[in-house]
Nanobody, 117 residues
Framework: QVQLVESGGGLVQAGGSLRLSCAASGRTFSSYPMGWFRQCPGKEREFVAVTVISGSSISTLYADSVKGRFTISRDNAKNTVHLQMNNLKPEDTAVYYC????????WGQGTQVIVSS
């Protein structure tokens, strides 16, 4: 059974930082895309960032709203993906979901991030 477990959410003031982590179990995702989505209050779930393995290289892609502030990284040895979030804004308040793809899409249960102004 595949499980994605997020951690690292919490309450932070605007301008602050948080680091989210997602640990996968039940399947190795070292060669497959892993990333993050978020769902802001009253809005649909939206893409945040993804890391993709292509041969020996790792590519990353970000939503325009977080580009330059968020950094996605992965540790294949630990089957984990991280999201470093800097210069957080109140509009970053959301439930953040880890996602991994391997024949199907796997979702974590989400971790709450609240950014106060």
């Amino acid at each position: 059974q595949v499980q994605l477990v997020e951690s690292g959410g919490g309450l932070v003031q605007a301008g602050g930082s948080l680091r989210l982590s997602c640990a996968a179990s039940g399947r190795t995702f070292s060669s497959y895309p892993m990333g993050w989505f978020r769902q802001c209050p009253g809005k649909e779930r939206e893409f945040v960032a993804v890391t993709v393995i292509s041969g020996s290289s790792i590519s990353t892609l970000y939503a325009d709203s977080v580009k330059g502030r968020f950094t996605i990284s992965r540790d294949n040895a630990k089957n984990t993906v991280h999201l470093q979030m800097n210069n957080l804004k109140p509009e970053d308040t959301a439930v953040y979901y880890c996602v991994a793809l391997h024949l199907k899409t796997y979702w974590g249960q989400g971790t709450q991030v609240i950014v106060s102004s």
